[in-house]
């Protein structure tokens, strides 16, 4: 068997994958709350459990109403979607105009109602949700076993992040965002519904965390403390790759996936620190983050 | 050039002219500091009328107090008739209002095209693309730059420009030649000349009178956050001495 540093290849190849589907994940919940942390300069803390929602939805749509993968990864960003927007609109604009922090403490509290809610209801052991037919199976590719479901996680994660980048730097309603992030009041008096842009930025931020929930429904246990743990690992990567920069989160976020799947490899002991040590380096000798503009 | 100017003047709006703006008894508060005592002025459609004053007279802040920037504002402001003061600050635009802020407001994360390009359009009428690419031509070789990246004159017309292309008639501009060259001083004169001939109204806070003198039709002076004076075009040489020292230039 061919090996590289004593590592048998198949061995490397498959946990490169592993992480680079990891790193799919942190891309996709990082760019949500790198999206909503530019317009709104909340932190939102209750990322982890709307992507939990997300992952839950599509499990209790599967069991009670029938809702088939397909339809639930359309139906429950939606649906997620929604709440956040009444989340937005109901609780975080009223506190808005003071200090952000309360933003965080506000979305904290959230995540805390809706895990412990879902814990109750459900406990905390996980559940599974099936692969979808179509999705089943795999390819051999030689020199590794490739999961069709976990190439087509890729895929699907990769176009949103490309397509949500392209919205934000090449379109009039993007280059609203982005105007809205450097200075809201000033878009405000041309005549732009900034609260507006607010409440729908603040949605499709959320809408992105419960299609990451769903795509990841059948890969990972749903439980309703899935979304904590990595919520944690997300907010590393958004340090890493500088707060607010859409680019910076999608590829960091598919670079610190890759990182801790080679660590796995090499030294297994380190693989859930990795990311930290990273974001220490990267604090100390780039303060803004890898592509934060400098402030 | 100052012939230029006093022919610019011709082209004056008629005093009979129906109001554009009103404001009576404005008060304007930021958190608990109260910077706004009672302004009371207005200006007719087509009209160019300037506020003078000192720094800290109140100027700005009563810019800020019609877009309703500021946190806190009492009194009454009329746009087009309208009264305005429960207006929240994104429908103000929509009357044809179109502001240039002091710090200009150019967004560094959008080129030069995008950001002329940002502000939605409010009525019809606008300058279209090619008009005001013509107007500032050096606008347009510069397009695909980073905002930020132009020289401080060129960041100036383009925040000028872009409130241009929206159909706003009533422009509120806020030190426009602040920190500028001469030259560029100049050809913002010969813009503002351009707009008059337009119809556009004009509101102008300006510290540099030489600039403003011959372009306006009437002239308020502030202190400590009130009108204390007007001064008409026609009034102002026998009054030079006396806006000299309330203006300490």
Request: net charge neutral.
């Given at each position: 068997m061919t090996?590289i540093f004593?590592?048998?290849?198949m061995?490397l190849?498959?946990q ?5 589907i990891?790193g799919?994940f ?25 992507y939990?929602?997300?992952a839950f939805?599509a499990?209790?749509?599967?069991e009670?109403?029938e809702?088939d993968?397909?339809l639930a990864?359309l139906?429950?960003?939606l ?9 937005e609109?109901?609780?975080l604009?009223?506190?808005?105009h003071i200090d ?6 506000l979305?904290?509290?959230l ?9 109750n209801?459900f406990?905390v052991?996980?559940?599974s949700y ?6 089943a199976g795999g ?10 479901y976990?190439?087509w ?7 949103v ?7 934000i ?14 200075n ?10 900034v609260p ?17 929930g ?11 403390t ?7 690992v997300?907010?590393?990567?958004v340090?890493?790759?500088?707060m607010g920069?859409?680019l910076?989160?999608i590829?960091t ?12 490899v090499f ?6 620190t990795?990311?930290f040590?990273v974001?220490?380096?990267?604090l100390l000798l780039?303060?803004?983050g ?6 | 050039m100052?012939t230029?100017l ?5 082209a004056?709006?008629p005093?009979?002219a ?24 207005e200006v007719?459609?087509?009209e160019l009328?300037?506020l ?7 100027r700005?802040?009563t810019?800020?107090a ?7 504002r009492?009194?009454?402001?009329v746009?087009?008739?309208?009264e ?5 600050p994104?429908h ?7 502001y ?26 606008g ?6 690419y013509a107007?500032f031509p050096?606008?347009y ?5 980073p905002g930020?990246?132009l ?9 000028m420009?872009r409130?241009?292309?929206t ?8 030190e426009?030649?602040?920190g ?8 913002l ?6 707009l ?12 540099n ?10 002239h ?6 009130r009108i204390?004076?007007?001064?008409s ?9 006396r806006l000299?020292?309330?203006l300490?230039?």
């Open positions: 090996t004593g590592i048998p290849l061995v190849f498959g490169l994958l592993l992480g680079l990891n799919a942190y891309a996709l919940l990082s760019l949500g709350l790198a999206v909503i942390f530019g317009l709104l300069k909340v932190i939102n803390f209750a990322h982890g459990a709307q939990m929602l997300g939805a499990l209790l749509g599967l009670y109403l809702l993968y397909w990864l139906i429950v960003p649906v997620v979607g929604a709440l956040g927007i009444l989340i609109r109901f609780l604009r009223r506190i808005q952000h922090l309360y933003g965080l403490l979305t904290f509290g995540a805390l109602i809706f895990e412990g809610t879902l814990v209801l406990g052991s996980g559940s099936p692969v979808p037919e179509v999705l390819f051999n590719l030689g020199f590794m076993f490739l999961p069709t976990r190439a996680v890729l895929v699907a994660a990769l176009v992040c490309l397509f949500t980048w392209f919205m730097e090449s379109t009039r309603l993007g280059a609203y965002l982005r105007a809205g992030t450097e809201p009041k000033l878009m405000q008096a041309f005549g732009v519904n507006l842009l607010v409440t729908l930025t603040y949605g499709f931020g959320v809408a992105l965390a419960a299609f990451a769903v795509l990841a429904a059948p890969i990972y246990p749903v439980s309703p899935m979304g904590s743990s990595l919520l944690i997300v907010f590393a990567v340090v890493i790759g500088g920069s859409i910076g989160a590829l976020g598919l670079a610190m996936g890759l990182i801790e799947g080679l660590t796995k030294y297994p002991e380190a693989a859930n990795v990311i040590l974001m220490i380096v990267v780039r303060p803004t890898l592509f934060g503009k400098e402030a | 100052t230029t006093e022919r610019s003047r011709a004056s709006a005093k009979d129906p109001e554009q703006l009103r404001v009576t008894d404005l008060h304007a508060f930021y958190g608990e500091s109260h910077i706004l005592h009672g302004v009371d002025f007719r459609k087509g009328v300037t003078l004053g000192r720094n800290g007279a109140g700005t802040t810019l800020r019609i877009m309703n920037m500021v946190d806190r009492s009194g009454s402001i746009i087009d008739g309208r305005t003061l429960n207006t929240p994104h103000i635009a929509r009357l044809g209002v179109g240039c802020p002091e710090e200009r407001g150019i967004f560094a994360s959008l080129n030069v095209e995008e950001n002329l390009l940002l502000p939605p359009t409010v009525r019809s009428g300058m279209s693309l090619d008009d005001i107007m050096n606008l070789e510069r397009r695909h730059s930020t990246r020289s401080g004159g060129e960041q100036q017309m383009l925040a420009a409130i241009l292309r159909g706003a008639d009533l422009l509120l501009l806020d426009i030649t602040e500028l060259a001469p030259v560029i001083v100049q050809t004169g010969e813009v503002l000349i351009k008059k001939t337009r119809g556009m109204t004009v509101v102008l806070v300006e510290q009178f030489r600039f403003a003198a011959p372009l306006a039709d009437r308020y002076v502030m202190e400590h956050g204390i004076e007007e001064i075009a026609a009034e102002l040489p026998g009054r030079r001495e000299h020292a309330v300490g230039v």
